[in-house]
């Protein structure tokens, strides 16, 4: 197995027509260099489309493409083919993801299935010659040789039904983790914000069991001396219905005249243990004093029964 040189690759395709069209100038350091075709696919629309000359194909990051060679390209039975796409294109993030190799037997436009993984859009125009080819000679022909498809030299309905559906790409993701940060930032702020209005609440409700606190006991305290104030008023209106429903005091009597002739008196009172009667001369009696009533001397020539005098008062006869 060997690799042809850039010599051999100018006489075996310009001989075998191996490439069509052909250009000598685009065999360059052992390989062919392939133009693209302006006839390509590129994801999320996956509609097949054909540019004019003015227009450019453009991959969005994190998308898909179907490009297409403008040559139609046939290898030997002998020989395989590898491609790859140039450097300058690669480093924009563009990646072929379809293959690397050319069956043997294999004739029609060659088709690349393409990955931007950059951050930005590859732009390229149509007929640029971005595809590489190199040619490697087998030991001999190969006994199954690749069965060619009718839809080989152009893109058809079933390449893009293969493309459609939905591609998260890079850029896409980081931008849906982008807002979504966001969002939870949002969250956490309103949390905060919903959190610290609950401390004040809690807060005011404190202070409103405090002052409830402080309420009740001041009704406790009001209803103390409610309770005092109602027990006074019921203790003194007792007391005045008491003192009115007594009875009253007998007033002192005064002597009086019975049918026998004799004059009754009130009995003093008995006199005070520490206190004793009086005499001023040896002729007049003197009658203790006493707290409730007051003796009345009898008439001159009437003298009182024994049993209506008091029996502590001494009396003598003028």
Known sequence: MSFWSTTTIKERVAAEKLINPYLETAA???AYELM????????PEATRQVLSKDQQIVIPPGQFGLLMTTEHVTIPKDTIGLISIRASIKF???VNVS???VDPGFSGRLK???Y??????IVIDPERRIFMIWFCSLDKEVEDPYVNRPNQNSISDEDVMRMRGQVASPGQLQEEINSIRAKINDTERDLEHKFNELKTVRAKVDEFQQKLA???SLQEQINRMMWALVGAVIVGAATAIWTALRPASQPPQSPTTHDSGLTTATAPAMPTTSSAPALTTPTVPTVPSAPATTATAAPEGRKIPANQADAGAPHQQP
Not at 36 to 43: C, G, I, K, M, R
Not at 116 to 121: E, L, Y
């Open 112 to 114: 690349f299935s393409v």
């Open 99 to 101: 293959g690397f190799h």
């Open 116 to 121: 931007n993984a950059g951050s930005k859009d």
């Open 92 to 94: 924009k993030g563009l």
């Open 36 to 43: 693209v075709s302006p006839e390509f696919a590129v994801t």
């Open 214 to 216: 402080g309420a009740q």
């Open 28 to 30: 360059i350091h052992c």
